[in-house]
């Protein structure tokens, strides 16, 4: 089955630019979407095919995709920023959504 | 605007059978597909599979083939998720999701989430 492979976890001072990254064979390949889960809440979709912001999201979120890692680049950290990110992908092969493990995102 | 509420919290016992309910709003729900997703407490998002609201088609995660059941209700606008023989390690909360279609048959992401339904299996 298609694994997608994140960092456990990202550490950013305030004002600067995290980088979340999710690693999967020839993800490139595939449409690649992005959740922000904070403490005790549902996830929030930030980013959907690799690089689209859903109404409400702010500009600081963009995503890329291309060989075999996609990345959320979060511009300008807030504290609010704070909180679990998970990539997911449709994986035409198996016909299964496949999310990655998660990334904590620490503002220090 | 879209909503997505789910059924109050459950405690059952190992063996048990549990379903829990998902009712959509703000939009034609036979047009997307519902996805239900469940996180261990401490541990991250497992796709559990989705059914398709227009046509009723299911597809299962492959370890919960046989345990698992999803259901709609087109007139009342509701999915149902039920799980079979319950065991300790089923103890997660439970999350429905629209279903965002790439085309009629090829789902793409979720856009919409229920607030989750605590399921806690113990004896």
């Known amino acids: 089955s298609y694994v997608l492979t994140q960092p456990p976890s990202v550490s950013v001072a305030p004002g600067k630019t995290a980088r979340i990254t999710c690693g999967g064979n020839?993800?490139?390949?595939?449409?690649v979407h992005w959740y922000q889960q904070k403490p005790g809440q549902a996830p929030v979709l930030v980013i959907y095919?690799?690089?689209d912001r859903p109404s409400g999201i702010p500009e600081r979120f963009s995503g890329s995709n291309s060989g075999n890692t996609a990345t959320l680049t979060i511009s300008r950290v807030e504290a609010g920023d704070e909180a679990d990110y998970y990539c997911?992908?449709?994986?035409?092969?198996?016909?299964?959504?496949?999310f990655g493990g998660g990334t904590k995102l620490t503002v220090l | 605007q879209v909503q997505l509420v789910q059924s109050g919290a459950e405690v059952k016992k190992p063996g048990a059978s549990v379903k829990v309910s998902c009712k959509a709003s703000?939009?034609?729900?036979?047009?997307?597909?519902i996805s239900w997703v469940r996180q261990a407490p401490g541990q991250g998002l497992e796709w559990m599979g989705w059914?398709?609201?227009?046509?009723?088609?299911?597809n299962y995660a492959q370890k919960l083939q046989g345990r698992v059941t999803m259901t709609t209700d087109t007139s009342t606008s509701t999915a149902y998720m039920e799980l079979r023989s319950l065991r300790s390690d089923d103890t997660a909360v439970y999350y429905c999701?629209?279903?965002?279609?790439?085309?009629?048959?090829?789902?793409?992401?979720?856009?919409?989430w229920g607030q989750g339904t605590l399921v806690t299996v113990s004896s």
């Open positions: 999701a629209r279903v965002y279609m790439a085309t009629v048959v090829t789902p793409a992401h979720f856009d919409y």
């Open positions: 703000g939009y034609t729900f036979t047009s997307y597909g």
């Open positions: 059914i398709s609201a227009y046509n009723g088609n299911t």
């Open positions: 020839n993800i490139g390949s595939k449409s």
């Open positions: 095919y690799d690089s």
């Open positions: 997911q992908v449709w994986d035409s092969s198996s016909d299964h959504n496949v």
